[in-house]
């Protein structure tokens, strides 16, 4: 990779625009998402402008919507709002469901007690529960922190679990053969070697958390991009409204990519280098 | 080079001179639920020498050599390790696998410092003997690569590495150049026994080829299959002075080779 790189900047002077832009082409990931950006936002561009629907504002609308939202404080303040539940939410869902899966992961009578209470929380469709919990615990931060964890940590616990019991069993017997202590083989092997599919499902909890916090929003009460969807829908703001969606969708992406990132960077260097 | 081995008939293991064994396997038996792995072996390992367990698959050398590390428990009998009987892993062991198991996520310093770092050892300290076995080993340059940068033979170069810089009396090798190809699996055999030579320690050795076990051994122990017992042992006796090419085309090397291959030709399909 470093060679390439090398003998890319010998090139590039001699070579004219074009061509330098074919080169970056060729050898960067950057330029292909924004390529795929570029044909999404085009596609709903045109289709706002068609328009395929009255509701369907086109992609330059609702992006003027975001930053009129952004410059009159709405969106900042909407974000903070459904920032304390869903980070409160995942935080607990990622601390507990790894905990949890680990445990499940390690010890085969741990396993027997709670995976079938998982296995049927991820089956069940959870939009159906979440009114439930406003019986009991209303409709204030309590109540939507925990849609939050009812969606985020059956899947995170599940994952966590099947990446122990995935582990290399030879690392594990390496790890005893140089007289590793359990600390040393939960925290030096078994944790390490796990942490591919322990971020896959720490991934697909996260994602699943905005899932909650937005049903919650949707569902217990009206507040922070929940309420800016709701209210511009019904005063029929339809850029405005496309604009918290986008904002959200947005956002949960942006917290996956770096999800991505620190599992790269920090818990396995070596995938850098392939 | 004369050889010495005994008929099958008249064999039998108690008779086998050992002066002054490290390892002991006192009538260590190894069942699998109703499946009998090991039956009753008796073998002692003399310090200082090379030894390969020797047999057709199925006849249990990896198990008894997991037994002999403490990483597998016998179903009776034991294990004497310099004088002490021992129920697990311990520091006077070191394995080297087949698989090399090597942590993917570490470079080749740090999984050569590995069994170190478990001990407690400061970074420095421990930094500073890998590299030493990581030259022993020809590996000096690659400290910082992570495995999946590495051929499979530099990868067992650095599980050997490992094994070594624990500076156990008694290394246990698991097929170690079973995923080498042929070519470098030579050199690592000459490599192995100027290891042998250089570092003075035991060296228990599984393999399933005949030529290899021939050409790096003191002492041959052949398991015959189903259940696994000894079935004979054989010192080859080899002049390691010459050149490795004359060993491999010394009649007394392919004299022993074929005898193993007479005694052993019966358990092949």
Aim: neutral net charge.
């Amino acid at each position: 990779m470093s060679v390439m790189s090398q003998d890319a900047k010998v090139v590039a002077p001699a070579a004219t625009t074009g061509q330098a832009l074919r080169l970056f082409a060729e050898r960067r990931r950057s330029f292909w998402v924004v390529l795929s950006l570029l044909v999404l936002f085009t596609a709903w561009e045109i289709a706002g402008r068609v328009p395929i629907s009255f509701a369907f504002p086109t992609f330059l609308d609702t992006l003027a919507a975001f930053f009129e939202m952004v410059g009159d404080g709405s969106m900042i303040r909407a974000f903070f709002l459904t920032l304390q539940p869903l980070v409160l939410g995942v935080a607990v869902s990622a601390l507990l469901g790894i905990a949890l899966g680990i445990v499940m992961g390690l010890s085969d009578r741990m396993e027997w007690l709670l995976a079938p209470v998982f296995i049927v929380l991820q089956a069940a469709p959870m939009a159906a529960l979440v009114p439930l919990v406003t019986f009991v615990y209303g409709i204030g931060l309590v109540a939507k922190t925990l849609a939050v964890i009812m969606l985020a940590l059956p899947v995170i616990v599940l994952n966590s679990y099947k990446a122990v019991r995935h582990v290399n069993p030879s690392l594990v017997d390496m790890c005893r053969s140089f007289q590793g202590n359990r600390r040393q083989q939960i925290f030096k092997i078994i944790i390490p070697d796990a942490s591919p599919v322990l971020f896959a499902g720490l991934r697909l909890g996260v994602a699943a958390g905005f899932i909650g916090v937005m049903l919650a929003e949707l569902l217990i009460t009206p507040t922070g991009i929940g309420d800016l969807i709701t209210y511009h829908r019904s005063v029929a703001n339809y850029a405005h409204m496309y604009a918290a969606v986008a904002a959200i969708i947005a956002a949960s992406t942006l917290t996956l990519a770096a999800l991505q990132w620190f599992e790269t960077n920090v818990m396995r260097p070596e995938k850098r280098r392939s | 080079m004369s050889v010495q081995a005994l008929s099958k008939d008249e064999f039998d293991p108690a008779s086998v001179v050992t002066s002054d064994p490290v390892v002991r396997v006192e009538t260590i038996s190894k069942h699998y639920g109703t499946v009998e792995a090991l039956r009753s072996i008796d073998l002692q390992f003399e310090r200082g020498k090379l030894t390969t367990l020797l047999g057709p698959s199925g006849c249990g050398k990896t198990t008894l050599l997991k037994i002999i590390a403490g990483l597998v428990p016998a179903t009776s009998g034991q294990i004497v390790v310099n004088g002490r009987a021992v129920t697990g892993p311990g520091p006077e062991r070191a394995f080297v696998f087949q698989d090399f198991a090597l942590m993917p996520w570490a470079t080749v310093l740090r999984n050569v410092g590995f069994g170190l770092e478990l001990k407690g050892l400061a970074a420095a300290e421990r930094n500073r003997i890998a590299r030493r076995y990581i030259e022993e080993v020809g590996l000096q340059g690659f400290e910082d690569k992570y495995p999946h940068e590495l051929s499979g033979g530099m990868r067992q170069r650095v599980g050997i590495a490992r094994a070594f810089a624990v500076n156990a009396d008694v290394l246990l090798l698991d097929e170690p150049f079973s995923a080498v190809d042929e070519q470098n699996r030579r050199k690592f055999q000459e490599d192995l026994l100027r290891l042998v030579e250089m570092e003075r320690k035991t060296f228990i050795f599984v393999t399933h080829s005949i030529e290899e076990a021939v050409y790096v051994s003191d002492r041959i122990v052949l398991l015959s299959p189903r259940p696994g017992r000894v079935s004979n042992i054989i010192d080859p006796r080899i002049d390691r002075t010459a050149d490795p090419d004359d060993i491999r085309r010394d009649p007394g090397y392919l004299d022993v080779v074929e005898e193993i291959w007479q005694s052993l030709r019966h358990y092949a399909e």
